[in-house]
């Protein structure tokens, strides 16, 4: 079955303890992107990447890392999370850049 | 910068028209999106339209692009309960960047 999972689907963690959402798509998709959904705001970007180890910045990436090693694979890194990085995580892909993003169940992540 | 504005709420009854209003800034947006996000799930994308375009029909749905007001509306025909979700609109600022901006999302309550 076509689709982008992620995995963890809930974290709770403590501030500074750092942590890897990962997400994998099985589509041979070139884009894959990363989202935080937080309520009032709507989906903010955090990175993209257009292809392996091509990535780009989003709105929001402070505090983020990725990286685009495979194709499949582009996992979600906070170093040192803290309490304002509490969000609803999503992953996307697109068989290219414009297409229709594809996305993931989404990651709840609670940093006390 | 780039942004999207919507309204955050919409109420209908079931069979009515429902019609959810975006409004952008980035003139040189070449595609706009509606995706849809139901309860506890990602997001789908239910429709496109190029920024040459005007309108866009797709059975029950239609996209009328107003590029002088930069305004984007989705219109749901014949409204049902299964249509209620959060909608949200998107756009590619300045062309093929990567780079996806969302609005805030409206959530559609259809009631019976």
């Known amino acids: 079955e076509a689709q982008v999972t992620q995995n963890p689907r809930y974290l709770i963690t403590v501030t500074g303890k750092k942590l890897t959402v990962t997400c994998s798509q099985n589509m041979n998709h070139e884009y894959m992107s990363w989202y935080r959904q937080d309520p009032g705001l709507g989906l903010r970007q955090i990175y993209y990447?257009?292809?392996?180890?091509?990535?780009d910045k989003g709105d929001v990436p402070e505090g983020y890392k990725v990286s685009r090693k495979e194709k499949r694979n582009f996992p979600l890194i906070l170093e040192s999370p803290s309490p304002n990085q509490t969000s609803l995580y999503f992953c996307a892909s697109s068989p290219r850049v414009l297409d229709e993003q594809y996305f993931g169940p989404g990651t709840r992540l609670t940093v006390t | 910068g780039e942004d999207v504005e919507q309204s955050l709420f919409l109420s209908v009854r079931e069979g009515d028209s429902s019609v959810i209003n975006c409004t952008y800034t980035d003139s040189s947006s070449t595609y706009l999106y509606w995706y849809k996000q139901e309860p506890g799930a990602g997001l789908q994308l239910l429709t496109y339209?190029?920024?040459?375009?005007d309108m866009k029909q797709d059975q029950r749905l239609t996209v009328l692009l107003n590029k002088k007001d930069k305004h984007l509306s989705l219109r749901i025909a014949d409204t049902q309960t299964g249509d209620s979700a959060i909608y949200f609109c998107?756009?590619?600022?300045?062309?093929?960047?990567?780079?996806?901006?969302f609005g805030q999302g409206t959530t559609l309550q259809v009631k019976p």
């Open positions: 990447s257009m292809n392996v180890e091509v990535t």
């Open positions: 998107a756009e590619t600022p300045g062309g093929n960047t990567g780079k996806l901006i």
């Open positions: 339209i190029f920024s040459n375009m």
